[in-house]
Nanobody
Framework: QVQLVESGGGLVQAGGSLRLSCEVS????????IGWFRQAPGKEREFVAA????????SYADSVKGRFTISREIARNTVYLQMNSLKPEDTDVYYC???????????????WGQGTQVTVSS
């Protein structure tokens, strides 16, 4: 079983930055690709970014390219999402998810965290 816990969300002004963390339990962290998704009330959960198990492959949604960076720190069993130049439209609940293969498709991911709220004020 894999458990994921997100942290780092909060309230920030437009143009500001936040760093989200996704801590993954267990010694199997290095086997899993990690994806970040976000969801607003009444909307579909959408892909944000993903990183392969080795960290050598990353993928980003067009809406966040150049502003968000995904990375992983094996020693801490943690994946980060550095979010810069935040916009009000980035306001959502952000979720991390784990699977054995990296993907932009949410249904491919078997394990999910509980989410962390990001609010960007204008």
């Amino acid at each position: 079983q894999v458990q994921l816990v997100e942290s780092g969300g909060g309230l920030v002004q437009a143009g500001g930055s936040l760093r989200l963390s996704c801590e993954v339990s267990g010694r199997t962290f290095s086997r899993y690709a990690i994806g970040w998704f976000r969801q607003a009330p009444g909307k579909e959960r959408e892909f944000v970014a993903a990183i392969s198990s080795s960290g050598g492959l990353t993928s980003y949604a067009d809406s966040v390219k150049g502003r968000f960076t995904i990375s992983r720190e094996i020693a801490r069993n943690t994946v980060y999402l550095q979010m810069n130049s935040l916009k009000p439209e980035d306001t959502d609940v952000y979720y991390c998810a784990a699977d054995l293969q990296v993907s932009t498709i949410k249904t491919r991911y078997d394990y999910w965290g509980q989410g962390t709220q990001v609010t960007v004020s204008s």
